[in-house]
């Protein structure tokens, strides 16, 4: 089955920076979109940001335009996201997911989701 196993959270300070990856497994589509959702303690969940299977466009909630920038490898559906000037705000559990097509519908694969604090 398809597996999404992020990696590279953790406590950091506000300005700083930090770099998650996502890596799927088991998906036998090919290259997918992706996304990088997250959520705060207490509050909905939101999309952070997404690209293209073929990584030639990605979008960001506002919040973190101009301080986040997502990637990929071009042939494997694995990605990233870079993480800089973090603010506090910023807390929350980052969950990576994989987009698929299912009857016609977007499906979202999800990964378990890692911590990223942004804490004096």
């Known amino acids: 089955q398809v597996q999404l196993v992020e990696s590279g959270g953790g406590f950091v300070q506000p300005g700083g920076s930090m770099r998650l990856s996502c890596v799927a497994s088991?998906?036998?589509?090919?290259?997918?979109?992706m996304r990088w959702y997250r959520q705060a303690p207490g509050k909905e969940r939101e999309l952070v940001a997404a690209?293209?299977?073929?990584?030639?466009?990605?979008n960001y909630t506002d919040s973190v335009k101009g301080r986040f920038t997502i990637s990929r490898d071009s042939a494997r559906n694995t990605v990233y996201l870079q993480m800089n000037s973090l603010k506090p705000e910023d807390t929350a559990i980052y969950i990576c997911?994989?987009?698929?097509?299912?009857?016609?519908?977007?499906?979202?694969?999800w990964g378990q989701g890692i911590r990223v604090t942004v804490s004096s």
């Open positions: 997911a994989l987009q698929t097509l299912v009857f016609g519908s977007w499906h979202n694969y």
């Open positions: 088991g998906y036998e589509r090919g290259i997918a979109p």
């Open positions: 690209i293209r299977a073929d990584g030639t466009s990605t």
